[in-house]
């Protein structure tokens, strides 16, 4: 029989009282009966209505016949953490005798009994702030900062109308404000079926917001990736359905100036797959003196299977489960985790689907309904108007390698919401959330285009030989011009190229002033970037197109010499320096008529370049002043990454070279990275490689060029043959 009734006593003891009894014997045995007393083993068990039924004790006793003895019995650890849990805990016992001499064996006998609850058992530990629970994150240690654990499917909802069949649900009053109260509209964010492919994860972990425990705890650093391998690596990112690993680096916000607001960030060295499930976990942590960091209070209650009678808290507890349960088969355990969370990469359409939609119907507009033919017979060209010519009848100055410039405009149908697309304006978008076009929105964009004097046979005017059309993307907010700058021209002279430029709207000279100043000083704004940029893109097939289309610039007598055109109209290419090999990539992998791109320092995602760009110094004397908490900031770049990836290559990436988009040819691209790039980071430059697999020429660098802190470069690449031959 089980004597103790209540939860209280026990759960503060550790021990259970049993009464132990014998049966009378019958007269003719009395007096063979043992005197120590006849033998009586009982088995506890203890459950509660959540749990399985846990082993308690084995406690054998003697006992004479017809008597019986009150027992404490000391509960094993496993079941002393089930009474001392949320609930009223059931003892079950099995007791029976031990034959002994004359004595018979006795039958098994069972016994039961729930113990009263203790409702204390079941409060919330006051360490554990539920007060914002229902739009901030409440299992990592309390911080001023919302968005904690970012990102992480806590701030979604099920959607089925969604690829993922989730929805980014961020409450309005969760992310950072500015200095004048304004918090960043969430309307934008919450369009996403899931997170960025190329995520910035971070959090404040009190204790490990230093150098030295960084190192003591042994994180992967960006210097010694295959880290994120090692069987005891504390941080790890983990596929949800096949538990791979992924490969990942972290790092202290260097940003910050005080190490009580250092966050700790996760980044990935390749992307994410988009539309899958991931989870990232950080274990057996430890300070700058090598003590162990105990986990947060808030995720101990999950951890340790702490249970509450709070539904806040209990509602998501069959999700951490599982989580523990997927993180266990891949080998991390339970009992060792700081902190684990997961979150879902947004889907393929819902990156791309607006972009690809307004390629779609432009080119529709145009009579061309199947982009991936190969053929533009049938079709109208993009209406384009030369307004101006300069020749070069010397060959000095510009005229040392050109012949010609060709400047003018061209129409492309304008998606966004004010006429003509000026600056700062932004996408009104349909229940699809496919950009809505204003009938009749045209946006007029500048070309101005090189034909190099190697082309032209200058005695006679005539063509000596045909070029080859490339469209050219400028740097970090400058305009179509700088496809004038010498090295361009001498690229085209040199290698028979007749160079066109654009400007890559949404993030060219024009849009610094109505548009890139207002979104730092308040973020609600940055959809007017991201959005225009993908206007940009739609611009540069235009022209694209106007280059190779026999309506377009071969017709024209600004691009003839003796009434022959210059241009071989059999092939299009793409070159982008800096800025323009990062939006070259997205370019890249949206276009249908060239399929063949060189990216000059190239990187991706924003929410890495920004930090380590010398350019970001100006642009941070704008941001920081009006989002003063530091806590804050690594959360500011994770959101605008969300918002950005629809106008970067992060968005696109997984589909630039092989698996095209829908309706798009596959590319090849070659990476020329700048070895200790200032202004686009060699790392981010690595992570776009990896992603779209492009393989890595050997030797890179002269061995001496190494970066301290290097341990393992160009870890993760493919790596070109046997490259000797000709070419």
């Not at 539904?311 to 991390?332: D, N, Y």
């Not at 920004?610 to 002043?625: A, E, G, H, M, W």
Request: net charge neutral; glycine share 8%.
């Amino acid at each position: 029989k089980v004597v103790d009734g209540k939860q209280g006593p026990v759960a503060a003891s550790g021990k259970l009282r049993l009464r132990l009894a014998a049966p009378a014997l019958k007269r003719k045995l009395r007096g063979k009966a043992p005197k120590a007393g006849q033998k009586v083993r009982a088995t506890v068990f203890v459950k509660q209505s959540w749990s399985k039924k846990v082993k308690a004790a084995t406690v054998a006793r003697a006992v004479r016949p017809g008597r019986s003895k009150v027992v404490k019995v000391r509960l094993s650890r496993a079941a002393l953490d089930l009474v001392r849990n949320c609930g009223a805990p059931t003892v079950f016992v099995k007791a029976r005798g031990k034959r002994a001499g004359v004595i018979p064996g006795w039958k098994a006998k069972q016994a039961r009994r729930a113990l009263r609850k203790q409702a204390s058992r079941c409060a919330v530990p006051a360490d554990v702030d539920l007060a914002d629970a229902d739009r901030c994150e409440f299992i990592d240690d309390p911080s001023p900062v919302c968005l904690a654990t970012y990102p992480n499917d806590f701030y979604t909802r099920e959607d089925a109308s969604s690829e993922t069949g989730r929805r980014l649900s961020l409450a309005a009053d969760a992310t950072p404000a500015n200095k004048s109260g304004v918090h960043i509209s969430v309307e934008e964010i919450n369009r996403s079926d899931g997170f960025s492919p190329g995520p910035l994860v971070s959090l404040r972990i009190p204790g490990l917001d230093n150098q030295p425990a960084f190192d003591r705890s042994g994180l992967v650093s960006e210097g010694d990736m295959s880290r994120a391998y090692a069987a005891d690596q504390p941080a790890v990112l983990i596929d949800a359905e096949t538990g791979q690993r992924q490969l990942i680096w972290a790092e202290l916000d260097l940003q910050a100036t005080d190490d009580r607001q250092r966050h700790l960030m996760i980044r990935t060295g390749k992307n994410l797959e988009n539309g899958k499930r991931y989870i990232v976990a950080l274990r057996n942590l430890v300070d700058a003196n090598g003590k162990a960091i105990p986990a947060p209070a808030g995720f101990r209650l999950y951890r340790d299977d702490r249970r509450t009678s709070n539904q806040t808290v209990e509602r998501r507890r069959a999700h951490f489960e599982q989580i523990f349960k997927e993180l266990g088969r891949s080998g991390v355990k339970r009992d060792s985790l700081y902190l684990a969370w997961d979150f879902t990469v947004a889907s393929t359409e819902n990156l791309t689907g607006r972009m690809l939609s307004m390629r779609n119907r432009a080119f529709a507009e145009l009579g061309d309904d199947n982009l991936t033919d190969g053929s533009i017979a049938g079709t109208q060209a993009p209406q384009f108007t030369v307004d101006e010519v300069i020749d070069y009848p010397t060959p000095t100055g510009s005229g040392e390698e050109n012949i010609r410039t060709v400047n003018g405009t061209y129409q492309v149908p304008c998606f966004l919401n004010k006429p003509g697309c000026p600056p700062g304006s932004t996408f009104n978008l349909d229940q699809d959330q496919k950009p809505i076009r204003t009938p009749g929105n045209v946006m007029t964009a500048r070309f101005t285009c090189n034909i190099p004097r190697s082309a032209i046979d200058t005695g006679t005017m005539t063509v000596d030989h045909k070029v080859r059309p490339s469209l050219y993307g400028h740097g970090l907010f400058g305009d179509y011009t700088e496809v004038n700058s010498r090295n361009i021209r001498q690229l085209g002279t040199e290698n028979g190229v007749m160079v066109c430029g654009t400007d890559w709207s949404g993030m060219a000279d024009e849009d610094i002033a109505p548009a890139a100043i207002p979104a730092l000083i308040d973020l609600s704004k940055f959809p007017a970037l991201p959005d225009r940029l993908q206007q940009g893109f739609l611009n540069f097939l235009y022209l694209g197109r106007l280059m190779i289309h026999p309506d377009g610039f071969t017709d024209d007598a600004a691009f003839e010499f003796g009434g022959e055109s210059v241009i071989d109209t059999s092939d299009l290419f793409y070159y982008g320096n800096s800025q323009g090999g990062i939006a070259g990539g997205a370019l890249t992998t949206i276009a249908t008529d060239f399929t063949r791109s060189v990216l000059y320092v190239p990187g991706m995602n924003y929410s890495t370049l920004l930090t380590r760009s010398v350019d970001f110094d100006t642009y941070k004397q704008i941001l920081y002043p009006r989002y003063v908490n530091e806590d804050e900031r690594p959360v500011i770049f994770a959101l605008m990454q969300t918002m950005w990836d629809r106008g970067e290559p992060n968005g696109y990436a997984n589909h630039m070279t092989s698996n095209p988009l829908p309706g798009t040819p596959p590319h090849k691209v070659l990476i020329e990275m700048a070895y200790g790039d200032h202004q686009v980071a060699n790392v981010a430059t690595e992570v776009e490689a990896r992603t779209i697999g492009a393989p890595l020429r050997l030797p890179a660098l002269d061995g001496d060029r190494l970066t301290d802190g290097m341990i393992e470069p160009w870890f993760g690449h493919e790596t070109l043959g046997d490259l000797a031959g000709a070419a």
